[in-house]
């Protein structure tokens, strides 16, 4: 695949869009930005600042920028266009991807769950649809910092299904490290039980740093995961290994006592200060969260396998009372939850 000629439309310019997206555009990809509101507004106005916990901190200027939130714009010229909005919005972008996209264009999800490119095959027939894993945290800037910032604040490799020849290398840029896999679904499955996680940052308020230094929370997540892993085993999947641990030691690992947890998730535990998790974005800005893609998900396993899920169920419910009261984050403490 030639690299420089590649058109690549990002459809969701928020964190991962625009974190993904300014990688590409800071490497000389040819990158469209499709989003909305008050990003396109601040990335026409001051540009973006794309930054990460390496020490990168570099500058795309607004004239250098192709952002509009207009779908026919963005799309209709894409060779490859990333899927980057959240899991209730994917029916929607797949509908402007059918109106809009060509049909040899290649769509990639970057999200999170383990359904959304199943959605984007079902309405995207004439397109080539490959799933995506994205391991890291991006922080947004606060309203009013200028330019809009996005931050990665924890490591890791995005992960893509194989089948396109040069997809990685055409993606894969400085600052964002890319693997073809040809185990997507486990890999899917596996990034979904470090998910789990995203609703106990949302429920406590507290950053994933604090948040897992604290072994309350750690054993609510490792039930949480005892639980997914007794359903997946029933349904008869395997979760890949992503991390430097077999799936299946996590909950082990996760209720060892503070200084031991410390020291042996060092790697685990490289994360910025400021990373929360996507589901506390949702809550903080009053958006429907994504709780139905991801504890939902292993809900639904857990009731055809017939595998009981009660902490599962218990932290789906206290996220959509918080998702419902749209107060923000509720900050319970893990007696709470
Ligand atoms: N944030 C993170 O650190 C991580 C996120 N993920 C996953 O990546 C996916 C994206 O998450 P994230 O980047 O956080 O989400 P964001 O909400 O930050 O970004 C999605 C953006 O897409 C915009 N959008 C939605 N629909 C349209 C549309 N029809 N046209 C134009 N723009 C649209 C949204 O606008 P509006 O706000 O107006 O709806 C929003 O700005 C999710 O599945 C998430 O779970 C995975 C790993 C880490
Ligand atoms: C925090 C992270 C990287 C892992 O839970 C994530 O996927 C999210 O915020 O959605």
């Known amino acids: 695949m030639a690299r420089q000629e590649k058109t690549i439309a990002v459809a969701g310019a928020g964190s991962i869009g625009c974190y993904v997206g300014g990688c590409l555009a800071l490497a000389g990809r040819k990158v469209n930005f499709l989003g909305r509101g008050r990003i396109v507004e601040a990335m026409r106005r001051d540009g973006l600042r794309v930054s990460d916990l390496d020490g990168r901190d570099r500058r795309i200027d607004p004239e250098a920028l192709a952002v509009t939130d207009d779908p026919a714009m963005a799309l209709r010229n894409a060779d490859i266009v990333l899927v980057t909005v959240k899991s209730g919005a994917t029916e929607e972008m797949a509908a402007l991807l059918a109106a809009h996209a060509r049909p040899d264009t290649i769509v990639v999800s970057l999200q999170n769950g383990v359904g959304n490119a199943d959605k984007l095959r079902a309405k995207l027939p004439a397109q080539r649809v490959l799933a995506g894993m994205v391991p890291f945290n991006v922080?947004?800037?606060?309203?009013?910092?200028?330019?809009?910032?996005?931050?990665?604040?924890?490591?890791?490799?995005?992960?893509?299904?194989?089948?396109?020849?040069?997809?990685?290398?055409?993606?894969?840029?400085?600052?964002?490290?890319?693997?073809?896999?040809?185990?997507?679904?486990?890999?899917?499955?596996?990034?979904?039980?470090?998910?789990?996680?995203?609703?106990?940052?949302?429920?406590?308020?507290?950053?994933?740093?604090?948040?897992?230094?604290?072994?309350?929370?750690?054993?609510?997540?490792?039930?949480?995961?005892?639980?997914?892993?007794?359903?997946?085993?029933?349904?008869?999947?395997?979760?890949?290994?992503?991390?430097?641990?077999?799936?299946?030691?996590?909950?082990?690992?996760?209720?060892?006592?503070?200084?031991?947890?410390?020291?042996?998730?060092?790697?685990?535990?490289?994360?910025?200060?400021?990373?929360?998790?996507?589901?506390?974005?949702?809550?903080?800005?009053?958006?429907?969260?994504?709780?139905?893609?991801?504890?939902?998900?292993?809900?639904?396993?857990?009731?055809?396998?017939?595998?009981?899920?009660?902490?599962?169920?218990?932290?789906?419910?206290?996220?959509?009372?918080?998702?419902?009261?749209?107060?923000?984050?509720?900050?319970?403490?893990?007696?709470?939850?």
């Open 139 to 337: 922080v947004q800037s606060p309203d009013g910092e200028a330019p809009f910032r996005v931050h990665r604040a924890s490591e890791g490799k995005i992960m893509v299904e194989e089948g396109v020849d040069g997809l990685a290398g055409l993606l894969g840029v400085e600052g964002l490290g890319v693997e073809a896999r040809s185990d997507m679904k486990a890999v899917q499955w596996s990034k979904l039980l470090m998910n789990l996680n995203n609703a106990l940052v949302a429920l406590s308020g507290l950053p994933l740093t604090r948040e897992l230094a604290d072994r309350r929370w750690r054993r609510i997540l490792a039930g949480q995961i005892d639980e997914a892993l007794a359903a997946m085993k029933a349904a008869g999947m395997e979760p890949a290994r992503i991390t430097g641990l077999p799936p299946s030691l996590l909950p082990k690992l996760l209720r060892l006592p503070d200084w031991l947890f410390g020291l042996l998730a060092r790697r685990m535990l490289a994360i910025d200060p400021e990373a929360r998790s996507s589901m506390w974005d949702d809550l903080e800005r009053r958006r429907p969260t994504e709780i139905d893609d991801l504890q939902g998900a292993v809900l639904s396993l857990a009731k055809q396998t017939g595998t009981p899920a009660p902490t599962i169920e218990r932290v789906a419910a206290l996220v959509r009372q918080a998702e419902s009261e749209k107060r923000g984050p509720p900050g319970l403490t893990p007696e709470k939850v």
